[in-house]
């Protein structure tokens, strides 16, 4: 099985969030990069599990400029066989689409898994937007993957329950929380990755559809409103009549 | 010219998220002095679409499932035979399979989960959350055909006159290549995304004994329940139940917080509700900074408290 996995690089998840530039860039100074929680624990994660049980290969691919070098070495070191960089910057996440879309139009990928959504970002878009463009089948929001042959069976939360489909492969997969358990790289990994093949490719040409023009911090919360614990039903009755929200 | 809803009709009632997305549509569309359209599935009978707050809805009859590609070839059609230059999606499950093929296909730029209705003064800006909800950005769409994905509660509804025509679709949009095998009811309750109310705890808890107080306080409050992942991971609780950074984002009006410490990969999946109300033994829990209502305390003492006060509310009410 040839598998794709996105991999995309996130401030850590504890990273003070401030901005530059009249408030039109991320200020990343000082800022730990990491791996893009849904796309190592849960996307990466399967994807070797599937190559481990049923052979074949994993290639990890990353849209973005060499800052992005550290993040995809941790994708080797826990098991991609060979790393792809696009070397472009987007502006959003179509660009991010269809710059993987020209590398992996003719590679015959029998599996594409990205994150449900990156941290930062949060547009769930990419994965869908991939699979538009390649003309695969998509599910945005997979809990639980399994192959056999040509068959993907997916387990999906939708509205109402738990849905289970079908796929005939190829597709892309939107990868969640109960996919796979987090994997932590070894020295032998670490090593190993030194070696294994990182190839930067130029950026094809894009057009721009849409920018994040700016941002903004949202505004201070009020103090807390603190209730004895004698008189703790009084909770209640505050979230009832002065916040009416129950 | 026209603005375009694609919406869920599927089901015995129409969701709160299609009725929000409704009104969004119908304000962008007043906006730019257009008509709104409706775009769905399924097999909703004609009343019911009718009742719908949009000038016509259209509607494929011959689509069951939500496949993405078929929705997409269904939503594209008729965003063509309307003339839409803005199309309005929902930010769930559904809306994540459809919207950003709809935006690749017609190169339209989405706005994925917005928060606001769009500026249109000087060019095309739409509000949304970013950095899991502890940032915001205002995102500029260049394209003619502008894709808009809502995030659920974050517009009051307003129902409209209803009045709506309805049409059939009867265009192909070839097979469906995703083949629903089996639906698994979820429990009786009310889905955690939709739960407009949401009691959720932590390892405060101890241990899975002790959630019947939290369940019972989310019943009488007619809320969901919901958990931190440790709670989740330990298997204590369903992993549908955890909230946060890596579990599900939620929005209700109301997040009640029991024996959770607010880390803040916590925070960024609750930070979004209107009012959170946060109990915790330790006066030093850093979620008492990110909520309205706070009270110290052993939660196995608060909570018979909380579930008497809202037994007595409900006899009120
Ligand atoms: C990359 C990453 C992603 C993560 N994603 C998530 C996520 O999505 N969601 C999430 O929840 N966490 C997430 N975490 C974990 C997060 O950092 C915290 O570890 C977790 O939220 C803590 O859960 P907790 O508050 O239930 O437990 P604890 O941190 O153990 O806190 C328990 C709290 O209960 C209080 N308490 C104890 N006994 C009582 C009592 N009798 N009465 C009242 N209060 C009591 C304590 O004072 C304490 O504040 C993530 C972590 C990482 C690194
Ligand atoms: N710059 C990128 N390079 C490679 N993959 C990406 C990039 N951005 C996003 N992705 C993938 O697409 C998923 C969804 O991202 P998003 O649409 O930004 O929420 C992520 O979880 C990644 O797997």
Known sequence: MKILVLISQVPDTTARISFKDNNTAYDGNGVTWIVNPY???????????????????????????????????????????????????????????????????????????CGKETIDHNGAQVGAMLAELLDMPYLPVVGKLDVSGNTATLESDVRGGVEVAEVALPMVIGCAKGMAEQRIPNMRGIMAARTKPLNVLPAAPVESIARTASFELPPPKQACRMIPAEEAGKLIELLHTEAKVI | MSVLVFIDTRGEKVAKAVLEALTYGRKVAEASGTTLTA???????????????????IVARAVGSADGQQLTKLVVSVAQSEDARIIVFVQDNLGK?????????????????????????????????VFSGKAQAWVEVLSPIKV?????????????????????????LGAARIIVKELRAAGAGI????????VSAGRGMKGPENWAPVEELAQLLRGATACSRPVADMHWRPHHEHVGQTGVAIRPNCYIAIGI????????????????????????APFFKAADYGIVGDAFEILPKLIEAAKKLNAER
């Open chain 2, 191 to 198: 889905p955690l995304p939709e739960a407009e109310i949401v």
């Open chain 2, 261 to 284: 410490s607010g880390a803040i990969q916590h925070l960024a999946g609750v930070n979004q509700s209107k009012v959170i109300a946060v109990i915790n033994k330790d006066p030093e």
């Open chain 2, 148 to 172: 808009i994905s809502m995030m659920p509660n974050s517009l009051p509804i307003e129902s409209g006159t209803g009045g709506a025509v309805v049409e059939e679709f009867n265009g192909d």
């Open chain 2, 97 to 129: 399979a459809v919207a950003p093929r709809v935006a690749a296909r017609l190169k339209a730029g989405q706005v994925a989960g917005a928060i606001s209705l769009p500026d249109m003064a000087n060019g095309f800006r739409v509000r949304r959350n």
């Open chain 1, 39 to 113: 796309d190592e624990w849960y996307a990466l994660v399967r994807g070797l599990e599937l190559k481990e049980a049923q052979g074949g290969t994993v290639t990890s691919i990353t849209v973005g400029g060499a800052d992005n070098d550290a993040t995809i070495r941790k994708a080797l070191a826990i098991g991609a066989d060979d790393a792809v960089r696009i070397d472009a910057q987007p502006n959003d996440a179509f660009e991010v689409a269809e710059q993987i879309a020209v590398y992996a139009k003719d590679k015959n990928f029998d599996l594409i898994l």
């Open chain 2, 39 to 57: 775009v769905t599935f399924g097999d909703a009978g004609g009343d019911k679409l009718a009742a719908l707050n949009a000038n016509k809805v």
